[in-house]
Structures are given as structure tokens and as C-alpha cells.
């Protein structure tokens, strides 16, 4: 997230800043009113990077927090203990969660995104 | 505001280039231009006249007020690139409109400053649309819409015609001429063309390697 952020704010020409800042508006308004919303695709991009890698994350949790019904049970631990113990039903509506929630963020992140359109050539 | 624009000794060093000890004392009002080639340090002198960099040395006085510490914000010179860095994501009226956020204006008044500076410029057909869909010469027009409607005491306008065609670029020439009347602030232009400095310039200064 903060490497994509860090590359997003370089990619801003800092030149708008300083005319932002010549027509008013100090350090942090300027980033605000002018570098924000132009880096707004990538955070979005970066915030759901890293609910995703948070949402199917597996390992971490099996080695930290053990694979436990009711109590350390995320989607993917939910998934395996589904499928571990040969139930498949729980099985398919946990995996199908999981897809939903993968098409819902998508979804989102079409309607909340700059559209292609909009930015101006080479943003 | 009339008031005269001097810099005192102003030198800066930036990595390997450095500008020496700038001295020059701007009449209230007048069109100075500022000629020189490319990696003079032209933008680098605008840039601290803004207040965007501070001079490792020198003074710089905007009528008797010491300016030089001054952040840009307090200035509120004007400033216009050679490529308009127009903000990409309002449209042309939000893009004018941006300087007058802390105006005392109410929005209707603030609509009325808009619609009047737009009329100036000839630019009045473009106010809903998107910068990136503007020609060069539109979007030089909205670049100086945006620094003229906070009647700036100063308007610096860094080499505004180099990325225009030879036709624009003689329309855009006359305006400039023409605004300086009607605003009649101080206009600090640079460029590398001698005929533009020539026919713009009331006065014209040489930067050469930073001299």
C-alpha cells in the first residue's frame, strides 16, 4: 500500500501543487485539493490489495492463531475445516462468499475509480 | 495594487546549477521580460519570486514590504507554466474557480467574477468542459484565467508560449499586451524568444548561466 501510494505521489506533476499554492492554499491543502484526488484510482487500488491479501490470508493465521471452529475462524480456515471434515455444503457457501465478495469489491472499485476517460493524457 | 517588485542579491544553488546574486528592481506595473536560453535559470528565478523556493541569499521586496520569507500562499503571485499544469480533475470553471476559495465573494458574486474573467479571455464556451479536451492555446487562456481572477499584484508567466503553434501563438501575444492594460499589474514573462521579449517586454533582462 505505502509502496503504491509512494509511486502515485511521485507520478503527480508537483507543479500543480505550487500553482495551488500560489493561488491560496498552503502545504497540506494543496496535497489535499490537488494530489488527492488525482492519486484517488491508486488508493483505492492499494486499500483493496491489501483487504484482499487480508481477506485470503491463510497461513498467518493457521501459524498464529490455530484453525479453531467459532473462534479463529476466517473465510479461508472456514474453507479448509469445511473441507477437512468432508462438508461440502458449508463448503460451497463459504468459497461462495468469498467469490461475492471479490465481485462486490470489484464492483466498487469500477463506481468509486476515476473512469480512463476523465484523467487527462499521461496521469 | 501598484507597487514595485525588487530583488536584492537574490542567488540560489540547486544541485549543480546555481543562480549569482539576481538584482533588479520591477516599475509598479510594467511588462518586464526576462530573455534567456534554455537552463539560464529562468524557471528557477520565477519559482522564488512565487515563494516556492527560498533564496540561499538576497532580498526581495514587493513595494516596502520585505517578502522573502514569505510562503506563496501569502504572496499570491500568479503563476503560469509553460505546459499550464491545469489541475486535470475539475473542469475549466473549477479550475478558475480554485483561487477564489477564500474570497469574500458569496457564490453568486463569485459565479459573476467567473463569467467575467471567462468573457475576457474568450473562454466563456469552455467553462463546463474538461481541461484534457482543450486545444494548447485553450487551455493557455484557462491557465491565465486562473491566475488573473485573484488579481495578483504579480503575474509570472514562465516561457507561456513556446508549446504554441506560430498562429496561436501571435493571438496569444496580443492578449497578453492587452491584459496587462486591464489589470495593469506587474507581468514578469520569460522566454527564449527574441522577438516575443522584444515585442511584449516594456524592459528586458538577460539571464545567461545564471548571470
New interface residues.
Given amino acids: 500500500m505505502i509502496t503504491v501510494l509512494q509511486a502515485a505521489i511521485e507520478g503527480v506533476?508537483v507543479?500543480?501543487e505550487?500553482?495551488?499554492?500560489?493561488?491560496?492554499?498552503?502545504p497540506f491543502q494543496a496535497f489535499c485539493?490537488?494530489t488527492l484526488?488525482?492519486i484517488r484510482n491508486q488508493i483505492l487500488a492499494g486499500l483493496i490489495l491489501t483487504w484482499g491479501k487480508a481477506l485470503g490470508e491463510f497461513g498467518a493465521v493457521l501459524m498464529l492463531a490455530g484453525a479453531t471452529r467459532f473462534r479463529t475462524e476466517t473465510l479461508p480456515i472456514a474453507i479448509f475445516l469445511n473441507m477437512s471434515t468432508g462438508d461440502m455444503e458449508a463448503l460451497m457457501v463459504s468459497a461462495t462468499i468469498l467469490i461475492l465478495i471479490a465481485f462486490i469489491t470489484l464492483g466498487a472499485f469500477e463506481r468509486l475509480g476515476?473512469k480512463m476517460y476523465?484523467?487527462?493524457?499521461g496521469? | 495594487m501598484k507597487v514595485k517588485l525588487t530583488l536584492e542579491g537574490i542567488a540560489k544553488k540547486l544541485g549543480d546549477f546555481s543562480l549569482k546574486e539576481i538584482s533588479l528592481e520591477v516599475k509598479p506595473g510594467e511588462y518586464f521580460v526576462i530573455l534567456g536560453p534554455s537552463g539560464a535559470g529562468k524557471t528557477v528565478l520565477l519559482?522564488i519570486l512565487?515563494?516556492?523556493y527560498p533564496p540561499d541569499q538576497g532580498k526581495i521586496w514587493l513595494g516596502e514590504r520585505d517578502i522573502t520569507h514569505w510562503?506563496?500562499?501569502k504572496?499570491?503571485?500568479?503563476?503560469v507554466?509553460q505546459d499550464h499544469?491545469?489541475?486535470?480533475?475539475p473542469t475549466v470553471e473549477g479550475n478558475i474557480r480554485?483561487?477564489l476559495?477564500?474570497s469574500r465573494l458569496n457564490p453568486l458574486q463569485r459565479k459573476q467574477e467567473i463569467r467575467e474573467t471567462a468573457d475576457l479571455l474568450g473562454i466563456a464556451h469552455l467553462l463546463s468542459r474538461?481541461?484534457?479536451t482543450l486545444s494548447g492555446g485553450e487551455s493557455q487562456r484557462v491557465a491565465l484565467a486562473?491566475?488573473l481572477i485573484?488579481r495578483?499584484p504579480v503575474l509570472l508567466l514562465d516561457e507561456p508560449l513556446s508549446s504554441l503553434d506560430p498562429p496561436t501563438r501571435e493571438i496569444l501575444q496580443q492578449e497578453l499586451k492587452r491584459l496587462h492594460l486591464i489589470f495593469g499589474s506587474i507581468f514578469i514573462h520569460v522566454t527564449h524568444d527574441f522577438e516575443e521579449a522584444f515585442f511584449l517586454g516594456e524592459r528586458i533582462g538577460v539571464l545567461m548561466g545564471g548571470n
Fill in positions: 506533476d507543479r500543480m505550487y500553482v495551488a499554492r500560489t493561488l491560496g492554499c498552503s485539493r490537488v484526488p488525482l476515476i476523465q484523467r487527462a493524457p496521469l | 519559482e512565487a515563494g516556492i510562503p506563496p500562499e504572496r499570491r503571485f500568479g503563476f507554466y499544469a491545469l489541475f486535470p480533475h480554485f483561487g476559495r477564500d474538461q481541461p484534457h486562473r491566475a485573484t495578483p
